[in-house]
């Protein structure tokens, strides 16, 4: 029995003695923590230029201003205004102007 003891008490005292193995740390080696080289840039982007056959976009086609007969008179009726042109005066030349 004594010598069940000495062997357990001998046991305990070398697990208690002993580091845990969760506290060691392995030593890294020599190239494990460097830092890595950078990537490469990335291609460039192509350049393009267009169709090279075709000539320029098509522009927009300027309507031409369609002249009403309100809008002839009205635009008399500020003419005659603008010249001075008062009460009867401005009515004959409103009707002149805007049947020419």
């Not at 830092?35 to 230029?49: D, E, H, K, S, T």
């Amino acid at each position: 029995m004594r010598t069940h003891l000495t062997l357990a008490a001998g046991l305990a005292l070398a697990v208690m003695t002993a580091p845990a193995p969760a506290q060691l740390v392995p030593t890294p080696p020599v190239l494990e923590n460097r830092i890595p080289a950078p990537l490469p840039p990335p291609a460039p982007p192509p350049i393009i230029n267009g169709p090279l056959g075709q000539g320029p976009a098509p522009r927009l086609h300027k309507q031409p201003r369609i002249d009403s007969p309100g809008e002839r008179a009205a635009r008399c009726f500020h003419e005659g205004a603008g010249y001075g042109l008062r009460g009867g005066a401005l009515g004959r030349y409103s009707r002149t102007c805007a049947n020419n």
